[in-house]
């Protein structure tokens, strides 16, 4: 898939003077190329969030929960995780750009990791990790820190993702990413009436999670993206 990368060659303009690519200066892309990164997004962010998927889902069909309350805590906790992708990729990229690609092993631990829990660790329910919040603030709050404490796959997805995107296509990915948050609150509010087809995406998102995490992994690390 074509997208153009960061010139991992040079450092910054602003610290040698040297001229920038068209891709650091910040270009928009073509058609093709913004095919290529929805692709690569919308992949990213489905299978980061098929877990959380269904955590929202049963957020949504608690009875205490009101729907603002959960998408709050999603763009709170979601953008916590994203933010710091952002702070972590592009500082790698900036600093230690001949070292990139070695961020390929995170994706390749975690999807490891996810492959021994799902087959040595027990079992655990989404709906066992509600609690009742006694306000609409820590209700909020406990949307988010769900969504924070499972953001291991998050970040090792966005983190290598990040630091090889051109400004112009992370501004695409991050703005994605936003919209698609949002949406996914709302896939949950409608998944909450059909518990039986939840549980099965959670069933399919532990089988193919790992496998997209450590093949992500192997493609940074040969540099092909």
């Known amino acids: 898939i074509p997208i153009r990368t960061k010139q991992r060659s040079r450092p910054a303009t602003f610290v040698t003077g040297e001229p920038v690519s068209p891709t650091e200066a910040g270009e928009i892309p073509s058609i093709r190329q913004m095919r290529s990164l929805l692709f690569i997004a919308a992949v990213a962010f489905?299978?980061?969030?098929?877990?959380?998927?269904?955590?929202?889902?049963?957020?949504?069909?608690?009875?205490?929960?009101?729907?603002?309350?959960i998408a709050l805590g999603q763009?709170?906790?979601?953008?916590?995780?994203?933010?710091?992708?952002?702070?972590?990729?592009?500082?790698?990229?900036?600093?230690?750009?001949?070292?990139?690609?070695?961020?390929?092993?995170?994706?390749?631990?975690?999807?490891?990791?996810?492959?021994?829990?799902?087959?040595?660790?027990?079992?655990?329910?989404?709906?066992?990790?509600?609690?009742?919040?006694?306000?609409?603030?820590?209700?909020?709050?406990?949307v988010a820190g769900v969504g924070i404490a499972d953001g291991a796959d998050n970040l090792s997805v966005y983190v290598p993702?990040?630091?090889?995107?051109?400004?112009?296509?992370?501004?695409?990915?991050?703005?994605m990413f936003l919209v698609a948050a949002g949406l996914w609150v709302l896939f949950a509010r409608w998944l909450a009436s059909r518990r039986p087809l939840a549980d099965r995406l959670d069933t399919y998102g532990d089988v193919v999670l790992p496998i997209v995490l450590i093949t992500l992994g192997v493609v940074i690390l040969l540099d092909v993206i």
């Open 46 to 69: 489905i299978v980061t969030n098929l877990d959380d998927l269904v955590v929202l889902t049963a957020f949504c069909g608690h009875e205490r929960y009101r729907l603002r309350e």
């Open 161 to 175: 993702l990040f630091a090889v995107l051109g400004v112009a296509d992370t501004v695409v990915v991050v703005a």
């Open 75 to 142: 763009y709170l906790g979601f953008g916590t995780l994203v933010g710091i992708s952002l702070v972590v990729g592009v500082g790698a990229s900036r600093f230690f750009p001949e070292h990139v690609r070695w961020l390929g092993a995170f994706p390749i631990a975690v999807g490891g990791l996810w492959l021994l829990r799902r087959r040595y660790g027990p079992g655990s329910d989404a709906s066992s990790r509600l609690e009742d919040g006694s306000t609409a603030r820590s209700r909020t709050g406990l």
